[in-house]
T-cell receptor, first 116, second 115 residues
Framework: DTEVTQTPKHLVMGMTNKKSLKCEQH?????MYWYKQKAKKPPELMFV???????INESVPSRFSPECPNSSLLNLHLHALQPEDSALYLC???????????????FGAGSRLTVL | AQTVTQSQPEMSVQEAETVTLSCTYD???????LFWYKQPPSRQMILVIR??????QNATENRFSVNFQKAAKSFSLKISDSQLGDAAMYFC????????????FGKGTRLHILP
């Protein structure tokens, strides 16, 4: 299995809703990432988990809450979002620095989020 | 801090022709990785090609090849025999050998393939 699977593909939510984005990989990768991508822009790093521990938080607002329940799963919990948070959210995984080949990101297809 | 610059927001090429996408970067590190990622309208980011900075030989993957000029900090992508399926946004990216949690993307070049 060489895929990163993201669900849902599309999500529409109100500013008072609570929702979650999910990401799953079975490649044995120990590093997982959340990126935010606005239209016609490059992906912006939000969070990095390494060996299920949060290693990077790029000053993301607390209305985004990441969670890594195990080495295969990564969640992004969403609460009280703003319309400007509407974007494509990409999950990625890679081997960790301690392993060989620790430099290639494998991306999921993304979750398109619309906040009304 | 490292930066990646793609100076061509959009490019067009006739089907079956060759096109070169430009990328320059700035770093004080001597060892690093460079990538080209492709993002078609289906939106999934796909690795096209990878180059390790310590390797002098330019990477090649089928119709895709790079021209890596380390001294000039240049990393261009050449697509030969362009196909309709090559239409996508192409991102050049940099990753440190020492701090590999972050990958730095350029702003992207949208490539159109003309039939």
């Amino acid at each position: 299995d060489t895929e990163v699977t993201q669900t849902p593909k599309h999500l529409v939510m109100g500013m008072t809703n609570k929702k979650s984005l999910k990401c799953e990989q079975h490649m044995g990768h120990r590093a997982m990432y959340w990126y935010k991508q606005k239209a016609k822009k490059p992906p912006e790093l939000m969070f990095v988990y390494s060996y299920e521990k949060l290693s990077i938080n790029e000053s993301v607002p607390s209305r985004f809450s990441p969670e890594c329940p195990n080495s295969s799963l990564l969640n992004l919990h969403l609460h009280a979002l703003q319309p400007e948070d509407s974007a494509l959210y990409l999950c990625a995984s890679s081997q960790s620095r301690a392993e060989t080949g620790a430099n290639v990101l494998t991306f999921g297809a993304g979750s398109r989020l619309t906040v009304l | 801090a490292q930066t990646v610059t793609q100076s061509q927001p959009e490019m067009s090429v006739q089907e079956a022709e060759t096109v070169t996408l430009s990328c320059t970067y700035d770093t004080s590190e001597s060892d690093y990785y460079l990538f080209w990622y492709k993002q078609p309208p289906s939106r999934q980011m796909i690795l096209v090609i990878r180059q390790e900075a310590y390797k002098q030989q330019n990477a090649t993957e089928n119709r895709f090849s790079v021209n890596f000029q380390k001294a000039a900090k240049s990393f261009s992508l050449k697509i030969s025999d362009s196909q309709l399926g090559d239409a996508a946004m192409y991102f050049c990216a940099y990753r440190s050998l020492y701090r590999d949690d972050k990958i730095i993307f350029g702003k992207g070049t949208r490539l159109h393939i003309l039939p």
